[in-house]
């Protein structure tokens, strides 16, 4: 993907216009199929300046995309008047230095650390050899499983990086396996009720982004336990965050 910013200087008295405007050109633009997202920001020091962000799949999917489109000529009809306020518009391409600040916690830290996905798996592989579709699954379970899958799942949700053998392992741990699809519903089912049982965090923003793993993760592992499949090994460990929606905090 490629980021583009365009800064705006527009003078005091046709802010609040220049705002609207931008409101209606976001109609087409959120429609078109090279844009990813969008927003549009105003300085604080310097209340005549803005600068407005758009990440495009790429800057030939913008240039010879987006702008050869009528929804082009819909998003530039509506902020035509204000193209010479523009002070600079560039594509930038991203290096991969990003991350979240200490302002949002970790999904890791959210669910209460270690201790709480440790209690999370024991709990859960307490009940797998009772349970009549995933007990055959699990039926050579190595006595320390639990705790690897602890783990591995507090890397991922932005813990500490103590799962060794990284992407590779865990996927060696699936491939030849042949899930079934009853299988992986039920390994999703019964560990979202153990979340219950084990007192994570019952908040919908934490639910909903450990749903979101879940379906991700076990969708994964069915297609690469098939007889056909061809993974990656050299893919680094997943990393998963909040997604959308991020948690919620009182004031």
């Known amino acids: 993907?490629?980021?583009?910013?365009?800064?705006?200087?527009?003078?005091?008295?046709r802010t609040g216009a220049f705002e609207d405007a931008y409101r209606r050109a976001a109609v087409p633009l959120s429609r078109a199929p090279q844009c990813v997202d969008y927003e549009l920001t105003r300085c604080e020091e310097d209340t005549e300046c803005y600068v407005l962000r758009i990440r495009w799949?790429?800057?030939?999917?913008?240039?010879?995309?987006?702008?050869?489109?009528?929804?082009?000529?819909?998003?530039?009809?509506?902020?035509?008047d204000y193209v010479p306020a523009i002070e600079e518009m560039r594509h930038y391409r991203q290096i991969g230095v990003e991350g979240n600040g200490a302002a949002v916690p970790t999904l890791y830290e959210w669910a209460g650390g270690a201790p709480a996905l440790d209690r999370l798996?024991?709990?859960?592989?307490?009940?797998?050899?009772?349970?009549?579709?995933l007990a055959p699954v699990f039926a050579d379970m190595h006595p320390e499983h639990a705790k690897h899958v602890a783990t591995w799942l507090v890397q991922v949700f932005g813990g500490p990086e103590a799962y060794e053998g990284g992407h590779a392992r865990m996927v060696?741990?699936?491939l030849g396996r042949a899930l079934t699809e009853r299988?992986?519903?039920?390994w999703v089912t019964l560990l979202m009720d153990t979340a219950d049982e084990a007192g994570l965090p019952a908040d919908p923003e934490f639910r909903s982004a450990f749903a979101a793993y879940l379906e991700w993760?076990?969708?994964?592992?069915?297609?690469?336990?098939?007889?056909?499949a061809e993974p990656n090994l050299d893919e680094p460990m997943p990393r998963w965050g909040w997604g959308a929606i991020r948690p919620w905090q009182p004031a």
């Open 217 to 228: 993760g076990s969708r994964m592992a069915l297609l690469l336990s098939q007889p056909d």
């Open 1 to 13: 993907m490629i980021v583009e910013y365009i800064r705006y200087r527009v003078p005091s008295e």
């Open 121 to 133: 798996f024991t709990a859960f592989y307490r009940r797998v050899p009772e349970d009549e579709v």
């Open 57 to 80: 799949t790429s800057t030939r999917d913008h240039l010879e995309g987006f702008r050869g489109s009528e929804l082009f000529g819909e998003f530039l009809a509506e902020i035509r």
């Open 172 to 174: 060696g741990r699936h």
């Open 183 to 186: 299988q992986r519903r039920r």
